[in-house]
């Protein structure tokens, strides 16, 4: 059965969306069990998100320290937010 485009909800996101492919190490702020380093696959960008997938599940509102490259060899720390986690597969896209 096709899907008329019309019923797909409209986008909501404010700012577009870059395209990124790049490892990225995060250290998950956890109070019940820790604090825990892992490491995302960024698949997109925007001012105000990001998109990535990981190995491991994790929960909406979990807090994060992401490691950014920035200009040159420096790196830069960002802050960011568990929005959602969903499963596929065996992997798990996420949205900062």
């Not at 096709?2 to 969306?17: A, G, H, I, L």
């Not at 990001?50 to 320290?65: H, S, T, V």
Request: hydrophobic share 40%; aromatic share 6%; glycine share 8%.
């Amino acid at each position: 059965m096709m899907t008329s485009v019309d019923s797909y909800p409209p986008e909501r996101r404010m700012f577009p969306r870059t395209q990124v492919q790049m490892r990225v190490q995060v250290l998950r702020l956890d109070p019940d069990e820790g604090d825990l380093v892992d490491e995302l696959q960024m698949v997109d960008i925007s001012r105000n998100g990001i998109g990535a997938m990981c190995e491991r599940m994790f929960y909406p509102g979990q807090r994060l320290i992401m490691k950014l490259p920035a200009a040159g060899m420096d790196v830069r720390s960002i802050c960011g937010q568990v929005r959602r986690c969903d499963r596929l597969d065996d992997r798990f896209i996420i949205g900062v």
